[in-house]
């Protein structure tokens, strides 16, 4: 049972161009999460999606960043015109049911650089 | 709102040396803690868990006590090794809020010397 896997590891983005970060949760999963870790900081929550709905989105700036979760293929966190600010660790976790003390599974993240 | 405050590192060590790390939470209600472990370049994996008040977590000689009256949900291992160098994360599930969201507090960073 393959873990989270997110795609690409690292992706290097010049400014005013877009991002996109694949997400794809452990079988069975249907609750996933993004996380944003800037340097040297810990994980902040963005958005909570369950299979094609945006259930918590209280984390997410209000501008250039959108998320989805479509009921085939991975979910997908976009940026759009990348500003230098952006660069950090974008961390996914999927969790099986969307209670509090299940344990949620962590990807490896993807590592964006905006330059 | 819900936070999360450990303490700050780095914390150095020397191998078998005994471990602390402070973690206390503000939080409504009783929410589940955790404690994750991030070595380097790689993702958060779960360490230990404890969902109710005077729960003890443990796994691979780490342990940790729920605290309700403390608010404090604290690490320990009696004998690290090299291997355990990597950055601790406490966090806690905003039972409040749908699904499983996770707050986390901002990170120790563990160095363990031979």
């Known amino acids: 049972n393959a873990g989270v896997m997110q795609n690409p590891r690292h992706l290097v983005r010049r400014r005013g161009q877009e991002a996109r970060l694949r997400c794809s949760p452990m079988k069975g999963h249907s609750h996933v999460y993004w996380y944003r870790q800037l340097p040297e900081e810990g994980l902040k929550f963005m958005v909570y999606l369950q299979k094609e709905n945006i259930i918590d989105e209280s984390g997410m700036p209000k501008e250039r960043f959108s998320a989805e979760f479509p009921k085939e293929g991975p979910s997908i966190l976009r940026i759009q015109q990348v500003v230098r600010g952006d660069s950090a660790a974008y961390f996914c976790a999927s969790s099986r049911k969307g209670q509090g003390n299940t344990e949620a599974f962590f990807g490896q993240g993807t590592r964006l650089t905006v330059v | 709102g819900n936070s999360v405050t450990q303490m700050e590192g780095p914390v150095t060590l020397s191998e078998e040396a005994f471990l602390t790390i402070n973690c206390t939470y503000t939080a409504t209600g009783y929410p589940s803690l955790f404690w994750y472990v991030q070595y380097p370049g790689e993702g958060l994996q779960l360490l230990l868990k404890?969902?109710?008040?005077?729960d003890k977590g443990s796994n691979k000689g780490f342990e940790a006590t729920y605290r309700k009256e403390t608010t404090s949900f604290h690490l320990e291992k009696g004998s690290v090794q090299v291997s355990d160098s990597a950055v601790y994360f406490c966090a806690l599930s905003d039972i409040g809020a749908a699904g499983n969201k996770l707050t986390f507090g901002g990170g120790t960073r563990v160095l363990v010397k031979p």
């Open positions: 404890a969902t109710k008040a005077d």
